[in-house]
């Protein structure tokens, strides 16, 4: 695992069969670690190897500790929902949670201090406007979620609302289509990257708001450990999938 040793270097160190190597993999089981039941601040996160295959991580920001892990096939509420139950069985609690902002998880942790990642936020914009917006209202925008990670949310907030007075009739603008008789709005995608922002705007300075518990601001903790995951994986490309994921729980369970 640490050393991307393959099955035939173990079989040459152990002096045994490549089969044999094979057949203690298959016959181990991952190991548990041993954590106090205790309140945590969550990161929640899934990372992707393809369109269909994907790991599920809720970690305690505070411990540096990966809590819970799932294999998932897409990212939906019902997987966060799982992890959730599972961590409140064990006796674990949450003080607040940080999310990517998928849609319909927030409601998973109705109840708690919800962070959304500015992090993703951020990308959120960029997706819509691209790094180099052409149009005076683009570049505002833009300019104004990329000060997100330094500001204030009062300050934040005030910007926006400037931003929206100053544009408002411009983001009404529609243009007509002949041939079908209908519109549309002409500037769909400005309208899209402020919708994003303002309906977010409840969960983007939640750190704020709660001080005494430390909550991080963007899922980078997470992201890292992602990282650390695939560069890990890379050098065991080819392995079974029940092999693979006793390899990901070992990883993450460090």
């Given at each position: 695992?640490?050393?991307?040793?393959?099955?035939?270097?173990?079989?040459?160190?152990?002096?045994?069969?490549?089969?044999?190597?094979?057949?203690?993999?298959?016959r181990?089981?991952?190991?548990?670690?041993?954590?106090?039941?205790q309140?945590?601040?969550?990161?929640?996160?899934?990372?992707?190897?393809?369109?269909?295959?994907?790991?599920?991580?809720?970690?305690?920001?505070?411990l540096?500790?990966?809590?819970?892990?799932?294999?998932?096939?897409?990212?939906?509420?019902?997987?966060?929902?799982?992890?959730?139950?599972?961590?409140?069985?064990?006796?674990?609690?949450?003080?607040?949670?940080v999310?990517?902002?998928?849609?319909?998880?927030?409601?998973?942790?109705?109840?708690?201090?919800?962070?959304?990642?500015q992090?993703?936020?951020?990308?959120t914009?960029?997706?819509?406007?691209?790094r180099?917006?052409?149009?005076?209202?683009a570049?505002?925008l833009?300019?104004?979620?990329?000060?997100?990670?330094?500001?204030?949310?009062?300050?934040?907030?005030?910007?926006?609302?400037?931003?929206?007075?100053?544009w408002?009739?411009?983001?009404?603008?529609?243009?007509?289509?002949?041939?079908?008789?209908?519109?549309?709005?002409?500037?769909?995608?400005?309208?899209?990257?402020?919708?994003?922002?303002?309906?977010?705007?409840?969960?983007?300075?939640?750190?704020?708001?709660?001080?005494?518990?430390?909550?991080?601001?963007?899922t980078?903790?997470?992201?890292?450990?992602?990282?650390?995951?695939?560069?890990?994986?890379h050098?065991?490309?080819?392995?079974?999938?029940?092999?693979?994921?006793?390899?990901?729980?070992?990883?993450?369970?460090?």
């Open positions: 695992m640490w050393q991307r040793q393959t099955v035939r270097q173990l079989a040459d160190r152990s002096g045994r069969s490549e089969r044999w190597v094979r057949q203690q993999l298959d181990s089981q991952p190991r548990g670690f041993y954590l106090y039941p309140p945590v601040v969550g990161i929640a996160d899934v990372t992707f190897w393809s369109r269909e295959y994907g790991v599920l991580v809720v970690r305690a920001a505070d540096r500790q990966n809590l819970c892990w799932l294999e998932v096939k897409t990212e939906t509420a019902a997987g966060y929902r799982e992890a959730r139950a599972i961590l409140e069985e064990l006796g674990f609690t949450f003080q607040a949670i999310l990517d902002g998928k849609r319909g998880v927030k409601e998973v942790f109705a109840g708690i201090p919800i962070q959304h990642c992090f993703h936020q951020v990308q914009v960029n997706h819509y406007l691209t180099r917006p052409k149009l005076e209202a570049r505002e833009r300019a104004i979620a990329l000060g997100l990670t330094d500001a204030a949310e009062a300050d934040f907030t005030a910007l926006l609302d400037q931003w929206h007075e100053r408002a009739s411009f983001l009404g603008e529609r243009t007509d289509d002949p041939a079908t008789g209908r519109w549309a709005y002409t500037h769909r995608r400005i309208r899209s990257a402020y919708r994003s922002l303002r309906t977010n705007l409840p969960y983007l300075f939640t750190y704020q708001r709660y001080p005494e518990l430390n909550i991080p601001n963007t980078n903790s997470l992201d890292g450990c992602f990282g650390q995951l695939k560069k890990l994986l050098g065991h490309n080819g392995l079974k999938q029940k092999r693979r994921w006793k390899l990901i729980q070992e990883i993450l369970r460090r």
